[in-house]
């Protein structure tokens, strides 16, 4: 969750960056590209998570 937290606030970073600072766009496309591999970390890891098969007990 943490790795998750540092992607997110350094895309929301780049993102403000690149939208405030004339001629930046490279910051903006390269903060909205961290803020989808962000989100896709988080599908990926919600999905193995689901997958785990808890033991049953009798």
Do not use: H
């Not at 780049?14 to 490279?26: P, R």
């Not at 961290?34 to 997958?51: E, T």
């Amino acid at each position: 969750m943490f790795l998750f937290l540092i992607l997110l606030s350094s895309a929301i970073a780049l993102i403000v960056i690149g939208a405030v600072v004339d001629g930046t766009l490279y910051l903006l496309s390269t903060g909205v590209l961290l803020l989808v591999v962000a989100v896709m970390y988080l599908l990926v890891r919600s999905i193995l998570r689901s997958r785990r098969r808890r033991p049953t007990v009798f």
